[in-house]
């Protein structure tokens, strides 16, 4: 503790609030942020009420470990749906709403045709082609009939932003009466911003939804994958649809593979596995191409969520220490967000659909629609330029050892060879998906860059967790002081 401040341990509630007071405070304002914010997709058609509660707990916990992941989750969806409510108003479908954009991204939808025994559950990019080329009958579900199938509890969203909101405002008057405020009420202010950005994405987001849709086709499945042309006629991963459309960012081809390692020594808390082929629903944490001003949108809640640590840089902790490890902990909260952001960006405008393009990846029709882009734009130099540094040699017949180093084609070499080695395996990609989903190689200097950077997030995010616990054992006296509410009332 520093020299000169006065200090108290446990302490209980008669006429001041206590420690329990301030503990029960935060964790309920955080359960409701946590729990309330978050829409699971529509389970499998044998699947029920634990498979949408085990959905839940899976975002809730990635609501509670990496808030600023759940807010890009939120955005990506939001910005899938907006993209396919433009679509489909533009078509002359004036009745379809953001709403049904989302039920459909959500696996709401599911195609049966003949040829193919299993539903198929459909995202709206899917309806849409198939709607476009008179493969299926546009739906007559209104928006009514949608919010019918909402299960989603309206006093507890309520609850929890009243909560929240008297939470901030109790916050900001402590502040301007000079009264101490502990970390573990800052680490809660943060759900809070995070729960204002998730609840506007997904305002339109049915939740806690059992049932789909069944929309039957009316020409044979196999006259709809020749229509694809070429790229539908390999294997497919997901459903004999994903020449369409699949989610492949950069961010959900790592995350996939953060969760497969998971799986293989232990668990992943996040997310089920789907087991069947074709899929028999749409997973809930698929990170989407997010539109810039959604970017930028989820950008702002990712600082405003990393600037709030800030608030305790001169705080008084318990220890010198703790102190010091906080600010390294607030600094790297933000240098993560700003630089994770940039990272990702980078791999998904430019790297990554260049790379995809050099080893001939068959894309799917939203992936070649996204191609017009930075990446695209840039890549022709870039694409030239990554065959011919990565171009294997060609080998000639040689009869032995002796004339082996003639039998090479002489290439001048600008770098090093050490230098061209470490470029060339970090351009090798990795795959553990349990299929070898070619969608999902995961380039080795994207994996290395994106492991560094999530290492240290997990140890300042923990330690941030952690202290908000332990620091309650020491806090400045007037930390349990309440607020004087009179004295923001003008009175005599």
């Not at 195609?111 to 493969?135: R, S, V």
């Not at 553990?432 to 860059?449: E, Q, R, V």
């Amino acid at each position: 503790m520093l020299n000169g401040t006065e200090t108290k341990g446990w302490t209980s509630s008669p006429d001041t609030r206590g420690t329990s007071d301030i503990l029960v405070t935060c964790l309920v304002t955080t359960f409701l942020c946590c729990w309330t914010a978050v829409y699971p997709n529509i389970p499998g058609p044998k699947e029920g009420f634990w498979a949408i509660f085990r959905d839940k707990v899976g975002l809730a916990s990635l609501g509670i470990l990496g808030p600023d992941f759940l807010i890009v989750l939120a955005a990506g969806q939001r910005s899938s749906a907006r993209r396919s409510f433009r679509k489909f108003k533009e078509h002359g479908h004036n009745d379809w709403t953001i709403t049904h954009s989302f039920f459909a991204d959500m696996g709401g939808f599911v195609l049966e045709a003949p040829g193919h025994q299993q539903p198929i559950p459909l995202d709206a990019e899917q309806l849409f082609y198939l709607i476009k080329h008179n493969y299926v009958e546009y739906p007559s579900v209104t928006k009514r009939e949608l919010d019918d199938r909402d299960k989603s509890d309206g006093l507890s969203r309520l609850i929890a932003v009243c909560q929240a909101t008297w939470f901030i405002v109790s916050l900001i008057a402590r502040d301007i009466q000079g009264l101490a405020i502990t970390t573990i009420e800052l680490t809660t202010l943060s759900f809070v911003v995070i729960l204002f950005g998730t609840s506007w994405c997904w305002k339109d987001k049915p939740s806690c939804v059992e049932t789909t849709i069944v929309l039957k086709a009316t020409v044979h499945i196999d006259e709809i994958i020749e229509s694809g042309g070429p790229e539908a006629a390999g294997p497919y991963y997901h459903t004999p649809l994903d020449f369409i459309s699949r989610h492949d960012t950069a961010l959900n081809v790592v995350w996939q593979y953060y969760n497969e390692l998971l799986r293989k020594i232990a668990f992943s808390p996040f997310t089920r596995r789907v087991h069947s082929r074709p899929w028999n629903r749409v997973p809930g944490d698929m990170f989407q191409w997010m539109d810039l001003d959604l970017a930028l949108v989820a950008g702002a809640f990712i600082v405003a969520f990393a600037s709030v640590f800030f608030i305790a840089w001169n705080s008084e902790f318990p220890t010198r220490f703790e102190q010091l490890a906080w600010r390294a902990a607030s600094i790297y909260m933000m240098t993560y967000g700003v630089v994770g952001c940039l990272w990702m960006g980078v791999w998904d405008w430019i790297v990554l659909p260049q790379k995809r393009l050099a080893e001939g990846h068959e894309m799917s029709l939203l992936e070649r629609a996204r191609l017009p882009c930075p990446g695209q734009f840039l890549g022709g130099m870039f694409l030239l330029r990554n065959k011919a540094l990565y171009r294997e040699p060609t080998f000639q017949h040689i009869e032995d050892e002796s004339t082996q180093q003639h039998s090479l084609p002489h290439q001048p070499t600008i770098l090093p060879s050490f230098v061209n080695r470490a470029r060339r395996f970090l351009s090798e990609t990795h795959n553990i998906s349990p299929d070898k989903d070619p969608h999902l190689n995961t380039p080795i200097g994207f994996l290395l860059g994106t492991t560094v950077l999530c290492v240290f997030y997990v140890v300042f995010r923990m330690y941030i967790l952690v202290e908000d616990f332990v620091g309650l054992r020491s806090l400045p006296s007037n930390a349990y002081d309440t607020v004087d509410w009179l004295s923001f009332i003008p009175h005599i």
